[in-house]
């Protein structure tokens, strides 16, 4: 009865430090795309850390606890930050790939952790190129010019994954240790 006792108690502040946890870094990634909204340079790196910020919740706490953060953080963005459009680079790809990446690379499949994730970025190109199109000069939007921009787009993308990967395995070797003593 005693141990039953002292599992539930712990089970109870596992979560109330998952819920902490995730309302803080929740807080953080919203503060962060509100400076993306007000900077006038270097904002794609905003974007970077908000997905970075996210992956530390489904480290941490995991992807139940990642999703939420997902959520909450989105709808915190489409309250707080005036213009709405510069919400929707998080909201359309980088809070949800981050999720999708985590996903993946539990199959533990290279080859189709590779084809899923370049599936997944082309997913969230294609509207994002029929937006874009609009403000790029048309001559950039047809013939061999859309293939070097899906090939450079490509190629960003994948720096991007071996980033994102980096930051993971940093965050495992050198802060995770701190962050789970306390």
């Given at each position: 009865m005693e141990e039953e006792?002292?599992?539930?108690?712990?089970?109870?502040r596992n979560t109330t430090?998952?819920?902490?946890?995730?309302g803080i870094l929740s807080a953080f990634v919203t503060i962060v795309l509100v400076?993306?909204?007000?900077?006038?340079?270097?904002?794609?790196?905003?974007?970077?850390?908000?997905?970075?910020?996210?992956?530390?919740v489904i480290l941490e706490c995991g992807p139940?606890?990642?999703?939420?953060?997902?959520?909450?953080?989105?709808?915190?963005?489409?309250?707080?930050?005036?213009?709405k459009l510069n919400i929707l680079p998080y909201i359309m790809f980088?809070?949800?790939?981050?999720?999708?990446?985590?996903h993946i690379e539990?199959?533990?499949?290279?080859?189709?952790?590779?084809?899923?994730?370049?599936?997944?970025f082309n997913i969230f190109l294609w509207p994002a190129w029929s937006m874009m199109k609009v403000f790029i000069p048309s001559a950039l939007t047809k013939g061999p010019m859309v293939i070097v921009a899906g090939?450079?787009?490509?190629?960003?993308?994948?720096?991007?994954?071996?980033?994102?990967?980096?930051?993971?395995?940093?965050?495992?070797?050198?802060?995770a240790p701190k962050v789970r003593r306390s």
């Amino acid at each position: 009865m005693e141990e039953e006792a002292k599992n539930k108690q712990g089970r109870s502040r596992n979560t109330t430090r998952r819920i902490a946890f995730t309302g803080i870094l929740s807080a953080f990634v919203t503060i962060v795309l509100v400076i993306e909204s007000v900077v006038p340079t270097g904002r794609l790196g905003f974007y970077v850390l908000a997905g970075f910020l996210l992956s530390v919740v489904i480290l941490e706490c995991g992807p139940k606890w990642g999703w939420a953060s997902y959520l909450i953080s989105s709808a915190a963005g489409i309250l707080i930050i005036p213009e709405k459009l510069n919400i929707l680079p998080y909201i359309m790809f980088f809070g949800i790939y981050t999720l999708l990446k985590f996903h993946i690379e539990s199959l533990r499949k290279t080859w189709l952790e590779i084809f899923l994730k370049l599936a997944a970025f082309n997913i969230f190109l294609w509207p994002a190129w029929s937006m874009m199109k609009v403000f790029i000069p048309s001559a950039l939007t047809k013939g061999p010019m859309v293939i070097v921009a899906g090939l450079v787009s490509q190629i960003a993308f994948a720096f991007y994954d071996i980033l994102f990967t980096a930051w993971i395995r940093f965050y495992f070797e050198k802060i995770a240790p701190k962050v789970r003593r306390s």
